[in-house]
């Protein structure tokens, strides 16, 4: 272990800290809405009415409603899409609450974000592994040469599909292992992994969020950084479970592993 290594992963571990405690962060959400199971446009505990189009929301509020979106006050209609970026940048609110508007597989969705939410103000750290070199390792990227979409369930009980751009192999401990991996937009690598400890020592699920590979296929599986899943902090995110062959039989007693 370099001392350098472990700075970077302090540095890293802090700012994560922040980022999931901020106003915003994922303990702030106190509920997920999907349009289509409330046809009268009238969700719970969120004012004005919220209408699904193909295309998008059509969001209608009255004066009472107090509904800002884009910094103004909306009083009649406004068609949205659905939200990128962190939640403190949504375009619709009222007061200190953002109401962040999604989309999954065609049906549109409205989160409800509250600085002030019980899980939020509960919120007391999460329990990390100290940075050990052991857990970072080379890996290499073979992609897929078709796209892949896999049915899996996620947490909100829904089964959906999650597309994987490829197969990560490395060796950890003397052991061959690999996992099937999402591209994302940027080149970098996502994937979803249970081990040995979860459900134990550690979260039932983790993300693991590798570098973009080089020409070769080249990048750097590092445990160490293994994240908590959204839905580690508020019951209210819909993550996807691990899709096949991605429950390693090794115990990987690194990076995050549970709340405080």
């Known amino acids: 272990m370099t001392t350098d290594a472990s700075e970077d992963w302090k540095q890293w571990h802090e700012h994560r800290i922040e980022t999931v405690s901020a106003p915003y962060g994922p303990p702030a959400l106190t509920g997920t809405h999907w349009l289509e ?21 059509v969001l209608t509020g009255a004066p009472e409603d107090r509904l ?3 910094g103004e006050r909306l009083t009649g209609a406004v068609r949205l899409v659905a939200d990128v970026g962190p939640a403190a ?3 619709v609110g009222t007061g200190d609450r953002r109401f962040v508007v999604l989309v999954r597989e065609g049906v549109w969705g409205v989160r409800d974000f509250d600085p002030a939410a019980a899980t ?4 007391k750290g999460i329990e ?15 992609p897929y040469g078709e796209r892949r979409t896999v049915r899996v369930e996620n947490a909100d009980g829904r ?5 994987l751009g490829g197969i990560l192999a490395f060796t950890l401990d003397g052991a061959d292992l690999t996992l099937q991996v999402s591209v994302a937009s940027d080149g970098s690598l ?6 040995a400890t979860s459900g134990d020592s550690s979260y039932r699920f983790r993300f693991l969020r590798p570098a973009a590979p080089d020409t070769e296929g080249r990048t750097t599986v590092d445990f160490n950084r293994a994240v908590l899943p959204p839905c580690a902090f508020a019951d209210h995110f819909v ?4 899709p096949p062959g991605n429950t390693l039989g090794a115990a990987v007693a690194a990076g995050e592993r549970t709340l405080s």
């Open 120 to 123: 939020r103000t509960a919120f």
């Open 128 to 142: 990390a592994t100290p940075y050990d070199a052991r857990w970072s390792v080379p890996g290499h990227f073979t």
């Open 68 to 70: 800002d979106v884009d």
């Open 37 to 57: 199971d409330y046809p009268d446009g009238r969700l719970p505990d969120i004012p004005g009415r919220w209408t699904a189009e193909e295309e998008g929301v």
């Open 239 to 242: 993550c996807p479970f691990p």
């Open 89 to 91: 940048g949504a375009r």
């Open 190 to 195: 996502w994937a979803v992994f249970a081990d």
């Open 159 to 163: 089964t959906r599909g999650l597309e």
